[in-house]
């Protein structure tokens, strides 16, 4: 039993390290939009690479398994960001 709940709580914990990578994503990608800089947006595409890491972890830890929420997230701000990059004449890098 000992190993099933340590198995779980891996699990959770993965995951939750994906959800926050996500979270902070957000809040670069939101700071990038209401106030693209040259700066911001760099942050923004770094957390990006971050949350990228976090997520393909979370994917080979699980199996995919309890990630979709996190990669919706994740889906919707890559967009947002590209948005601002679009707007800003910079491409994605």
Known sequence: MPKRYDSS???NTTVSQA???VN???FAVSQAMSHPTEQ???QAERRLAHTEQAMLQAER????Q???LA???FSEEKRR???IQSQNGQGNQ
């Open 19 to 21: 959800q926050n990578a």
């Open 71 to 73: 990669e919706e997230m």
């Open 40 to 42: 911001t947006i760099e």
């Open 61 to 64: 830890s699980l199996g995919g």
């Open 24 to 26: 902070k994503l957000h």
């Open 81 to 83: 960001l590209n948005s």
């Open 9 to 11: 709580l891996q699990a």
């Open 66 to 68: 309890g990630v979709e």
